[in-house]
């Protein structure tokens, strides 16, 4: 079965530091796409990053970078410095290419950006 | 470029209603996809389409939803008659294609009485 998880519920960082979320995902298909996404307390949600299983290098937007490991099968997001304005919702997610294209979404880690 | 518009924003409504959720994908994406937020379930993806075709629509909780896309710049949901626990926010979002990042719209929360 698909699965996606993320065991963080919170998490605090200092204004300025970096800080990693954790995700860890479940799946038989050899091809697939993992996804970032960020929800504020508004609630929309954006989209920050994307990796597929085959790309060998890391992916990176700007301040956002993901640690794709995938024997561990694990995608962790990594924000560097991080600002104020990146407190709110995280979403890891995944889209296996096989069996139909289904996105799954994990529970999500709040983060709480500390002055 | 405008992105997904859902409408209404918010709902209100009594148990037993029909409820009528709506949705403009960005145009000249092909996919579209209905979503279920929830603080129990998190975020469940509902049922999606590529181009225009209903693909998945094994996440539908009950068939009191249905879900149409008569074309490529118009979705709707349905749900009759509704019921408390279809209290939620639920979001639409579109994709240029299947397997690419999604762009979602602000959602529609909806509130059964």
């Known amino acids: 079965a698909q699965k996606i998880t993320q065991t963080q519920p919170g998490m605090f960082v200092q204004e300025k530091e970096a800080v990693t979320l954790d995700c860890t995902y479940d799946t038989s298909d050899q091809s697939y796409g993992l996804f970032w996404y960020k929800q504020p307390s508004s609630g929309e949600m954006i989209f920050l990053i994307y990796?597929?299983?085959?790309d060998e290098q890391n992916a990176t937007e700007g301040r956002y970078s993901l640690n794709f490991q995938k024997a561990r099968k694990s995608a962790n997001l990594v924000i560097s410095a991080s600002q104020l304005g990146d407190s709110a919702m995280y979403f890891c997610?995944?889209?296996?290419w096989g069996g139909g294209f289904k996105t799954i979404f994990g529970a999500g880690t709040r983060l709480f950006v500390k002055a | 470029d405008a992105g997904v518009i859902q409408s209404p924003r918010h709902e209100v409504t009594e148990m037993g209603q029909e409820v009528t959720l709506r949705c403009k994908p960005i145009?000249?994406?092909?996919?579209l996809f209905w979503y279920r937020q929830t603080m129990m379930r998190g975020l469940e993806l509902l049922i999606y389409?590529?181009?225009?075709?209903?693909?998945?629509d094994s996440g539908m909780p009950e068939d009191r939803f249905s879900a149409k896309m008569p074309n490529a710049s118009f979705s709707t949901l349905k749900i009759q008659p509704s019921e408390p626990r279809d209290s939620a926010v639920y979001f639409c979002a579109s994709s240029p294609e299947v397997f690419n990042e999604q762009f979602f719209g602000p959602g529609t929360r909806l509130t059964v009485l």
């Open positions: 997610a995944m889209t296996p």
């Open positions: 145009s000249g994406h092909n996919s």
């Open positions: 389409f590529n181009n225009n075709v209903p693909i998945d």
């Open positions: 990796q597929g299983s085959y």
